[in-house]
């Protein structure tokens, strides 16, 4: 059966070419005229056909959750700074991205967002119980303070001779780093080894596939 387009959208008036001009040319042997187009043509045309990329008419939406991941599921870390770490799942933010934490006094891992793409999900699960995260930990809450396109370490190295310190923590994330891992360190330190289990990094030993594993 053949697609029909459905869209019954407002169509756009296109807008109408402009007549071209007519100019006198003196001399009795170059034609005494001559017509002269509204708009010059391009001196250079593209040697390949460029392929236009059409608008898009689907909505963006956030990725939706896989079923195995769950608030209390340890997560196995693929990229990233920390890749190869475990950590806690809290939840998923508007954008899509996963909220995890370490807990940081555990293997070093602090609040973070990360995409579920970059994740093994495991059978480990800390139970949380009632606990419940604070509101304020959204996406806005990750951003460095609105400042973007700051200089690399390069350009502010070459630009007075010397690297640009590292800006402090401030100390409200300290605390909520804090008060989050108080909650998650309880929780883990009632099942036998879970520390031990999250302190350590995945690895692949000789002769291992990561498609023959059970997480």
């Known amino acids: 059966m053949p697609r029909t387009n459905t869209f019954t959208g407002a169509k756009t008036a ?16 170059n034609g005494q005229s001559r017509s002269v187009p509204a708009a010059k043509a391009p001196r250079y ?3 390949e056909d460029v392929p236009v990329a059409k608008k898009s008419r689907k909505t963006p939406k956030p990725a939706s959750l ?7 599921t340890v997560l196995i870390l693929l990229a990233g700074r920390f890749r190869g770490k475990r950590v806690v799942f809290l939840k998923q933010l508007e954008s899509g991205l996963l909220l995890v934490t370490g807990p940081f006094k555990v293997n070093g891992v602090p609040l973070r967002r990360v995409n579920q793409a ?15 995260l604070d509101d304020k930990f959204t996406d806005a809450y990750f951003t460095a303070n609105g400042k973007k396109g700051g200089k690399s370490a390069e350009e502010e190295f070459f630009a007075d001779g010397k690297p640009k310190e590292r800006e ?25 080894n879970l520390a031990k289990y999250l302190s350590s ?7 291992q596939f990561p498609h023959q594993l059970k997480f």
């Not at 970059?118 to 419940?132: N, P, Q, R």
């Not at 891992?181 to 309880?186: F, G, H, R, V």
């Not at 990094?201 to 002769?207: A, E, I």
């Open 118 to 132: 970059y994740v093994i999900a495991t059978s480990t699960k800390v139970e949380l119980g009632d606990f419940k």
């Open 168 to 192: 402090p923590l401030p100390e409200a994330r300290t605390s909520d780093q804090k008060e989050v891992d108080k909650t998650i360190l309880a929780a883990v330190k009632k099942t036998e």
């Open 66 to 72: 896989r079923s195995t991941i769950t608030p209390g």
């Open 45 to 47: 045309y593209p040697a």
């Open 201 to 207: 990094s995945f690895g692949l030993s000789k002769g």
């Open 14 to 29: 296109l807008p109408e070419s402009a007549e071209p001009t007519t100019k006198q040319i003196g001399g009795e042997k």
